[in-house]
């Protein structure tokens, strides 16, 4: 099988994601150094960066078209991040409910296709916003 490495620049340091390539990994969560949870779709590299709750998002192909993620909030917020090439996407998430309860944040990465067609991922796992670990326990719009 062979392997492929990912470097991806955050804030000044390298974090480095070793992906194989097969079928298999097509859609995969995982979770990187400094912080990074990435989540590879198709053409589509996308990671949630919890410290400072940034977006990074970038094409693997440079055949491919458009590579985003739809992002959403367990405080029912949605934005989406959305290059040609590669993007970092800044946003300021609230941590807790108003009941004190963690806030979660999960996205699914996309690509567009010829025509504008959209070929989107599965939602990712849930992460918290405040300590960047995965949570089963929030509740979210989509399904």
């Not at 589509?44 to 440079?62: L, Q």
């Amino acid at each position: 099988m062979k392997t492929v490495r990912r470097a991806l620049m955050l804030a000044g340091s390298v974090a480095i994601a070793l992906t194989p390539l097969s079928a298999a990994s097509a859609q995969s969560v995982e979770q990187g150094a400094a912080g990074c949870h990435h989540y590879y779709f198709r053409n589509a590299d996308t990671c949630f960066e919890w410290r400072g709750d940034d977006f990074w998002v970038r094409k693997r192909s440079p055949q491919a078209g458009r590579v985003g993620a739809l992002i959403q909030t367990s405080h029912g917020l949605t934005r989406a991040c959305e290059t040609s090439s590669k993007r970092e996407c800044r946003y300021s998430f609230p941590e807790r409910h108003t009941n004190g309860a963690q806030a979660c944040v999960r996205w699914r990465p996309y690509e567009r296709g010829p025509g504008g067609r959209v070929n989107m991922a599965a939602p990712s796992r849930a992460v918290s916003i405040s300590t960047g670990r995965f949570n089963a326990n929030c509740y979210f719009e989509w399904r």
